[in-house]
């Protein structure tokens, strides 16, 4: 397992933008799926994005967030554009070693403890 922690949750208007940064420690982050999760007050817990060596989103999120990772870092980004109040959630940094993309959450064994995005209309 490694360690996460996320930064850069916060509050803006409907249209506007933020970036999420995990920051990952523990030994050979390269070899992890890097992913992110979030929930939303009264709903279930969904996928939002993950990375290994390709991408997978969720479609309520496709062509509006953006995942990368920086290996030299340890860090992994989501960069949210044009976010809406539905997009009002928790968001979990999460990571578990295994090759391919992970889009389900029982398989990820590392979670951050949140960062909170709130998106006002």
């Known amino acids: 397992q490694v360690q996460l922690v996320e930064s850069g949750g916060g509050l803006v208007q409907a249209g506007g933008s933020l970036t999420l940064s995990c920051a990952a420690s523990g030994r050979s982050f390269a070899n992890h799926c890097m992913g992110w999760f979030r929930r939303a007050p009264g709903k279930e817990r969904e996928f939002v994005a993950a990375?290994?060596?390709?991408?997978a989103y969720a479609d309520s999120v496709k062509g509006r967030f953006t995942i990368s990772r920086d290996n030299a870092k340890n860090t992994v980004s989501l960069q949210m554009n044009s976010l809406k109040p539905e997009d009002t959630a928790i968001y979990y940094c999460?990571?578990?070693?295994?090759?391919?993309?992970?889009?389900?959450?029982?398989?990820?064994?590392?979670w951050g403890q949140g960062t909170q995005v709130t998106v006002s209309s």
């Open positions: 990375i290994n060596w390709s991408t």
């Open positions: 999460v990571a578990v070693r295994r090759m391919g993309v992970v889009t389900t959450a029982r398989l990820y064994d590392s």
